[in-house]
């Protein structure tokens, strides 16, 4: 009876430890203010982009996949909580003193809890921008384990910093002291310990890496190396002059730049090269086998620095670029990878949000995911078991520029501008089957179908006393 226990207690013991195995470590990647088009898969011709192509091509990508919102913060803050823009508690881009934005509220669970909790080691490496080190935001306290990068996102305007953050500890760039001198370039050195976090994990004990890459936000500033070489005289160039680096720079601003295409295609080649980096190091360690990789952006392309969309075709043929709740503004290129699970070269008609990520990923860990999500889980999708459930509609916000709404029903989108001055205001309306560039608004003809939406923006948005829509 004893051995017989024995061998019972012994069976289940593989059978726990073969489940835990089989839990995927996850690796999100997250690119700051890349193009739905600045992506060779998405049809890209001026920018090689061989390691996040070779993803698709491996993987499945999602072709009708968007951001939480059209800027950083609130995309970020809907990612991690898994809420739409009406629900997340942040909502907009709101700096705090000395250093860093409004933290989101230690209430809120986020990924990295949830995967914490599931016993994933867990690690972010790149820019966070939720919460200054010591608030309640601080990545330690939202269920990372480990933290490098910028905690700032003004901050991380600058490439060349004199600081970034080690968990709560102050790395100071002493090369790069008082905006002076353009020595150490921080997309390096948190990209050389995000490949250490990967050297330190094992087999038998899932992870989950974050890497919130600041490229290709501006400023416009990259390493003088074979990247940049290849691009330098490729195109044609007009000259950006902004505040450049010396001891009256300020942390926030965007250099000069003599060769603004030139730099532009070798920072979005350096994210390529990052990418194709951290690849390399899994399948190095022997952890390819059971990772599932996204890779996507956080919003559409953006315009200062004297950055070019236009010239790039950066929003690949959709209205928008970053700010803009219209497809160009909130659509991202967006691919997951997982090694002998997702068939590879697929497309998934699947019409999704940030929001989805969070219970997707709780489901692959055997979590349980908050109660108060708005996502859907992609998994059965992702591993071919179960029927995978779809969106009724799809909602963002934008708490700038006079406050935008936007929804998505089957094909139907519906625009709202000036939100907050006219909250019923009326809406522009457009069918993406038909019209994905959103040319032509069909609201007059359309009407009660355009008033239907408007009734969803309604019913989606809830009041927040710290984001009052339109007022920050």
Not at 293 to 313: K, L
Request: charged share 20%; hydrophobic share 35%; aromatic share 12%.
């Amino acid at each position: 009876m004893k051995k017989l226990f024995l061998l019972l207690a012994a069976f289940l013991s593989g059978e726990t430890a073969i489940q835990a195995q089989s839990r995927p470590n996850v690796v999100f990647i997250l690119a700051d203010d890349l193009g739905y088009g600045d992506v060779g898969f998405n049809g890209q011709k001026l920018i090689r982009t061989p390691n996040i192509d070779r993803l698709a091509r491996e993987g499945m990508r999602f072709p009708q996949f968007y951001a939480g919102t059209s800027v950083c913060a609130p995309s970020r803050s809907s990612l991690l909580s898994g809420q739409h823009t009406g629900h997340t508690f942040i909502r907009g881009n709101k700096g705090v003193s000395p250093e860093g934005q409004q933290p989101i509220a230690d209430s809120v669970v986020t990924i990295a809890e949830v995967l914490k909790k599931a016993g994933y080691v867990t690690g972010a490496f790149g820019k966070w921008g939720l919460g200054p080190v010591g608030s309640e935001g601080d990545p330690n306290r939202q269920g990372f384990d480990r933290f490098y990068g910028y905690n700032c996102q003004s901050l991380a305007h600058r490439y060349y910093p004199n600081h970034l953050w080690e968990n709560d500890k102050q790395v100071f760039l002493t090369a790069n002291e008082n905006l002076r001198q353009n020595k150490e370039y921080a997309p390096d050195l948190i990209q050389k310990q995000a490949l250490a976090f990967l050297d330190q994990q094992k087999k038998d004990q899932p992870f989950f890496l974050f890497l919130p890459y600041i490229l290709p936000h501006a400023e416009l500033v990259v390493p003088d190396d074979s990247l940049f070489q290849y691009y330098k005289g490729k195109f044609p160039e007009k000259p950006y002059k902004g505040a450049d680096y010396g001891p009256n720079a300020t942390g926030g601003g965007y250099a000069s730049q003599a060769l603004p295409h030139a730099t532009f295609a070798a920072m979005v080649a350096r994210l390529d090269l990052y990418v194709g980096q951290v690849v390399a190091r899994l399948k190095a360690n022997g952890l390819d086998k059971n990772t599932l990789i996204i890779f996507t952006s956080d919003n559409g392309p953006h315009v200062e620095g004297g950055a070019d969309p236009a010239f790039f075709q950066s929003s690949g043929g959709l209205r928008g670029v970053k700010r803009d709740l219209y497809e160009g503004g909130i659509r991202e290129p967006f691919v997951a990878h997982w090694a002998g699970v997702i068939r590879p070269g697929s497309v998934s008609a699947f019409t999704g949000a940030f929001w989805d990520i969070l219970p997707t990923v709780a489901e692959l860990a055997g979590a349980k995911a908050p109660a108060r999500v708005d996502g859907i889980s992609i998994a059965p999708t992702l591993t071919g078991k179960g029927k995978q459930k779809q969106h009724d509609y799809l909602y963002w916000e934008f708490h700038e520029q006079g406050g935008r709404q936007a929804v998505r029903q089957g094909n139907w989108k519906a625009v709202r501008l000036q939100a907050a001055a006219a909250p019923g205001g009326p809406v522009e309306l457009y069918d993406l089957s038909k019209d994905p560039s959103e040319k032509t608004n069909l609201a007059a003809d359309f009407p009660e179908r355009a008033k239907e939406l408007a009734g969803l923006m309604e019913r989606s948005h809830r009041p927040s006393a710290l984001f009052p829509f339109g007022k920050e």
